[in-house]
C-alpha cells in the first residue's frame, strides 16, 4: 500500500488585528522589515559600560590623529609644476621609470634624461621629474625642493645605505610626501618568498616613514619597460595628490633652473680664460617673492648678486580654461631642454624651435671604431682612473678600503660587491635580519590571504584613493602670492671661471638669502641621534674634525673640537634663524661605503660668546694631619696658584668635604685645608675644576659644482688628524700620562685595639681579649720519639687486631638479633594493646546497655505510682 503523503497546513498570514496593523504602518513608513534595532531596542543597548568606554576612546583618537595645524597656501592659481625626485641607488630602474611615466601622460618616449623633465598631467597641474643619483651633494640639494619623492627599493637586495641617508636628509628642512616603488620583483621565482619579501619591505618601509606609506609594486619588465597598467595606476596616484606646504619652501624663494646659458662675450673669454662670465639662468621661481638686485646662492658655486629678473612666457603652459575630462594629443606637452626634446626654447628677445631629425638631411658622422668612440667619451685621464682605482685581491670581491680594517662595533651595513654593475652595494641590515627564514607558518597564512586579495584590493583601493582626494575639502587658506611666471636670471660678477668642462646638466639650485647672512656667528646646536656607532665615534672623540653644513642653501665645512662627550655642539657659521635644519657630513666623496651621515638636528639658539670648558680634576695628599685641618702638597706647584683657589672646596675619596685656606712657605704649592673630619695618611684629596678651551674657528663654504665631471663627484676636503697619519704611515704615539700605569700601594699598618681594664671586666668572656697565644709548632727536642717494634711484638698486635676485629662482629651481629627480637616484641604488644582496647570497649558497651535499661525501668515504675495516685 502506497503511504499517504501527509499534507502539510498552509500558513495564513493575518490581515486584520494589532500585529497586521502594525506591519502596515511599517510598510508605509518605508521601514525594512529587517530593521532589528528598531524592532528590538533592548537588544541593542549597551551592555557593558566598561567596552562602550574603550569604543568611545579610540574612536576619538583615531578622529584626533587626523587633526594637522592649518597652515597659508600660498600656491598662486596657476602654480607652478610639481617638483618630483626619483631617488634610488644605482642600477635600480630611476631613468626608465621617469620615461615609462613621461610615455604615460605624453605619449612621447624620452632617450636620455638630462636634468629636469616638465609635463602637463591634468588640466591644472604640471609635472617636473627629476633624478636623483648617488651623489649626497645632489641628495641635499633635491631635498628641499622636492614635493613628491618616488624612492626606488631593488625587492631583489633589499634596502640600501642611500635611502636611509635620503631619508635623514629629508628630515632636516621638512619631510615631503615620500611614496615607495619597489623594483626587480620578477627576480623572485618562489611566490612565498616573493610574498614575504614585499611584507618585510612594506613594514620596514612603514618604520622609516610613517604607517600605511603607499609602496608600489613594478612586477616585471616588457620590452625594457614596466607594464603599462602598474604606470598608470602609479601615475593616477602622482596625478591627485595633495601636498602640504612645507616651511622652508613656502619662507623662501628658489629656482630649480632647467636652463643656463653664457651671456659673455665669447672674444673676451678666448683672449682673458679667467673672466667674470655673465650666466643666464631659466626656471620656475617657488616659495616667496624674489627681489630684483638682489643676492642668490648657487649651491656649489658660491654668492652672486642679480643684475636683473624677467618675466618669461611659459614654455609648458597649463591647458585652456574649458570644461573636459581629459587632454588632447597637442596639450600633452613636454620641456626638458636640457635633454634636447621639447621642441622649443624661449630666450628674452628669441624663440629657439628645435626641428625633428626627419626634417633635417644631415647625417651625423660617428666615428666607426668603437675605440675611437670610448676615447671621445672618456673625461678623466689614465693617471687619474689608475690614482682613483683600488686593489682587489680575489676574483669578484669587493675592493680593498683602508677605512674597513678597523674594529666596527654596533655594524648597520653590509657591503657586497655586485658583479654585474662593477660596484659595492651597502645592504642596510637590521636587527632580527638573522632569523628571517624561521617564520611562523601563521603568519604565512596572512601573508597568502594578504596577497590574495591584493589584486582585488588594488582597483577598489585606488578608485578609493582618488574619491578621497578629489572629495577632500581643502584645508589650508589660500593666501596673497605673488604671479608665477618663467623666470630668467642674470648674475653677473661671478669671481670663478667657467670652464669649458664644467658639469652644465647638473641641477642648479638658486635661493635668495637672508640681509644679514653675511655677519658671521656662533650657533648652539643641539645633535640628533643620527650618529653612526662603533668607529666613527672612537676616531672623531677628542680631535679636530671637518663637517659639512647645509643652512639657508650653504654648505659648510666646520672644524670643531669635541670636548669631552656634551650633548651641544656649536659650529662657527652664518647668523641663521632658530629652528632652521642642520645636517653634518663627515665626507661629500662618493667612493665611502659608511654611512655618511654624521648628524642632523635643529638649531636652538645664537651666541657669539660662548666659551667652550673642559674638566679638570687636581689631586693632592696630605702630609701632616691634626685634628680637622690637614696639610696639602702634591696638588699646586706655587704659592701664587695657591692664592688663586683660595676658598675653593675640596674633597676627598671618601667623600670628606672641605676648604682651602692658606698656603704654606714650604714645600712649594702646600696649603692648609680644613675638612669636616678628621682625615687619613691614605686619602685622597681632589679639586674639580673647570678648563676654557679655545676652538678653531673655519668657515668655508664648498665651491665644487664647477669642477670637471670626473672631479665633482670625487672631490673631499680637508683630512683630519687621523687620517693624515694613516695616509703617511705615520703611527700614533701616545701620551704617556694617558696610559695606564701599575697602580702600587703601601701596606697599610693598624695599630692593635687597645681596651681598657675596666671594659675588660664588664665585658662577656666571648668578647673579652684573648692574651694567650695560639699553639705553634712543637719543638723538635720536645716531641715523642716513634717506638718502633720488634717482630715479636708485631705478631701480637696483628693477633689481638685479629680477636677485636672478631668480637665486634659478633657484637654487631647479637645487637641486630636483639632488635630484630625488639622489633617482633612490639608488634606482638602493640596487638595486645589492641585487643585489649576492644575487649574494654565492649565490656563498656555491655555496661552502658545495662545501665540504660535500669534506668528505662525506673522511669516506667515511677509512671505507674503517678497514674495510681491520680
Given amino acids: 500500500m502506497e503511504e499517504k503523503v501527509q499534507k502539510q497546513r498552509k500558513h495564513q498570514q493575518k490581515h486584520s488585528g494589532p500585529k497586521a496593523q502594525k506591519k502596515k504602518l511599517r510598510k508605509q513608513a518605508g521601514a525594512a522589515d529587517g530593521d532589528e534595532r528598531k524592532r528590538n531596542p533592548k537588544a541593542f543597548a549597551v551592555q557593558s559600560a566598561v567596552r562602550m568606554a574603550k569604543t568611545f576612546h579610540r574612536a576619538q583618537d583615531i578622529k584626533a590623529k587626523k587633526h594637522h595645524i592649518p597652515v597659508v597656501d600660498r600656491t598662486p592659481l596657476e602654480p607652478p609644476p610639481v617638483v618630483i625626485v626619483v631617488m634610488g641607488p644605482p642600477k635600480v630602474g630611476k631613468s626608465t621609470l621617469i620615461r615609462c611615466l613621461i610615455k604615460n601622460f605624453t605619449r612621447q618616449k624620452l632617450g636620455d634624461i638630462c636634468g629636469p623633465v616638465t609635463i602637463v598631467s591634468g588640466k591644472k597641474r604640471r609635472l617636473t621629474f627629476m633624478e636623483c643619483n648617488n651623489d649626497i651633494n645632489t641628495m641635499i640639494d633635491l631635498a628641499k625642493v622636492a614635493d613628491l619623492v618616488l624612492m626606488l627599493i631593488d625587492a631583489s637586495f633589499g634596502f640600501e645605505m642611500e635611502t636611509f641617508e635620503f631619508l635623514n636628509i629629508c628630515q632636516v628642512h621638512g619631510f615631503p610626501r615620500i611614496m615607495g616603488v619597489l623594483t626587480h620583483l620578477d627576480s623572485f621565482k618562489n611566490n612565498k618568498t616573493l610574498r614575504k619579501t614585499k611584507k618585510n619591505l612594506k613594514h620596514r618601509f612603514w618604520t622609516e616613514v610613517y604607517q600605511g606609506a603607499k609602496l608600489f609594486y613594478l612586477s616585471g619588465m616588457v620590452y625594457g619597460e614596466y607594464q603599462t597598467q602598474e604606470v598608470k595606476n602609479l601615475g593616477r596616484f602622482i596625478s591627485v595628490m595633495k601636498f602640504r606646504p612645507l616651511v622652508w619652501q613656502t619662507s623662501h624663494p628658489y629656482v630649480l633652473v632647467d636652463r643656463m646659458e653664457d651671456l659673455t662675450d665669447p672674444e673676451k673669454i678666448r683672449t682673458e680664460p679667467k673672466c667674470d662670465r655673465t650666466v643666464s639662468l631659466y626656471g620656475y621661481l617657488r616659495g616667496t617673492h624674489l627681489k630684483n638686485k638682489g643676492q642668490v646662492h648657487v649651491p656649489g658655486v658660491g654668492d652672486f648678486e642679480v643684475s636683473d629678473v624677467d618675466f618669461l612666457p611659459d614654455p609648458c603652459p597649463l591647458p585652456d580654461a574649458q570644461k573636459k575630462r581629459a587632454l588632447n594629443e597637442k596639450e600633452r606637452l613636454l620641456y ?502 576492644k575487649r574494654q570497649k565492649e565490656a563498656r558497651k555491655r555496661l552502658y546497655r545495662v545501665m540504660g535499661q535500669t534506668e528505662q525501668k525506673k522511669q516506667r515504675s515511677s509512671l505507674k505510682g503517678e497514674q495510681k495516685d491520680s
Avoid at 652 to 668: D, F, H, M, N, Y
Wanted: overall charge negative.
Fill in 336 to 837: 626638458a631642454p636640457m635633454a634636447g626634446v621639447g621642441g622649443v626654447v624661449y630666450d628674452k628677445d628669441a624663440v629657439y624651435i628645435d626641428l625633428p631629425a626627419s626634417h633635417v638631411h644631415q647625417q651625423q658622422v660617428l666615428p666607426t671604431t668603437e675605440l675611437v668612440q670610448s676615447l671621445i667619451d672618456t673625461h678623466a685621464t689614465l693617471d687619474a682612473k689608475m690614482a682613483a682605482s683600488k686593489v682587489s685581491l680575489f676574483s669578484g670581491s669587493g675592493t680593498m678600503d683602508p677605512e674597513g680594517a678597523g674594529e666596527q662595533s654596533g655594524v648597520q651595513e653590509e657591503s657586497v660587491w655586485d658583479s654585474n654593475t662593477n660596484r659595492e652595494r651597502r645592504r642596510v641590515l637590521f636587527p632580527g635580519d638573522a632569523d628571517d627564514g624561521s617564520a611562523s607558518s601563521s603568519e604565512d597564512d596572512d601573508e597568502e590571504e594578504e596577497e590574495s586579495d591584493h589584486d582585488e584590493e588594488s582597483g577598489e583601493d585606488l578608485s578609493a584613493f582618488l574619491k578621497e582626494a578629489r572629495g577632500q575639502s581643502e584645508k589650508t587658506t589660500a593666501g596673497g602670492a605673488p604671479l608665477r611666471k618663467r623666470q630668467r636670471l642674470e648674475e653677473t660678477g661671478a669671481t670663478a671661471e667657467v670652464p669649458a668642462f664644467a658639469d652644465s646638466e647638473d641641477e642648479l639650485e638658486v635661493s635668495e638669502e637672508e640681509e644679514d647672512e653675511e655677519t658671521e656667528d656662533e650657533d648652539s646646536e643641539e645633535e640628533d641621534a643620527a650618529e653612526d656607532e662603533g668607529k666613527r665615534a672612537k676616531e672623531k672623540e677628542m680631535n679636530e674634525e671637518e663637517m659639512e653644513e647645509e643652512e639657508e642653501g650653504e654648505y659648510v665645512l666646520l672644524s670643531y673640537l669635541r670636548v669631552v662627550t656634551v650633548d651641544p655642539y656649536r659650529p662657527k657659521g652664518p647668523i641663521t634663524p632658530q629652528g632652521t635644519g642642520f645636517l653634518a657630513l663627515q665626507s661629500v666623496a662618493g667612493v665611502k661605503a659608511n654611512f655618511r651621515i654624521a648628524a642632523t638636528g635643529v638649531v636652538l639658539d645664537l651666541d657669539k660668546s660662548v666659551t667652550i670648558v673642559k674638566k679638570l680634576k687636581l689631586i693632592g695628599y696630605p702630609y701632616k694631619i691634626f685634628k680637622n685641618t690637614s696639610f696639602v702638597k702634591g696638588m699646586f706647584n706655587t704659592v701664587l696658584e695657591v692664592a688663586k683657589f683660595e676658598g675653593a672646596s675640596v674633597r676627598t675619596v671618601s667623600g670628606v668635604r672641605g676648604q682651602i685656606k692658606k698656603a704654606l712657605s714650604t714645600p712649594p704649592g702646600a696649603f692648609r685645608a680644613t675638612f669636616e673630619d678628621r682625615l687619613l695618611m691614605s686619602d685622597i684629596v681632589f679639586l674639580r675644576s673647570w678648563y676654557p678651551v679655545s676652538v678653531p674657528q673655519l668657515y668655508n663654504p664648498i665651491t665644487s659644482l664647477l669642477l670637471p665631471v670626473g672631479q665633482k663627484d670625487g672631490w673631499s676636503g680637508m683630512r683630519t688628524l687621523g687620517q693624515l697619519k694613516f695616509d703617511l704611515g705615520i703611527h700614533n704615539k701616545p701620551n704617556p700620562d694617558s696610559l695606564y700605569k701599575p697602580v702600587v700601594r703601601a701596606p697599610r699598618h693598624f695599630n692593635p685595639l687597645h681596651i681598657p681594664k675596666e671594659l675588660q671586666k664588664a665585658l662577656p668572656f666571648k668578647s673579652k681579649p684573648k692574651q694567650q697565644q695560639a699553639k705553634g709548632k712543637t719543638p723538635r727536642d720536645l716531641q715523642r720519639p716513634k717506638v718502633i717494634r720488634e717482630p715479636h711484638e708485631r705478631k701480637v698486635a696483628a693477633l689481638l687486631h685479629a680477636l677485636r676485629t672478631v668480637h665486634n662482629h659478633k657484637r654487631k651481629k647479637a645487637h641486630s638479633v636483639q632488635h630484630a627480637r625488639h622489633k617482633e616484641f612490639l608488634q606482638q604488644k602493640e596487638k595486645d594493646e589492641e585487643a585489649k582496647m
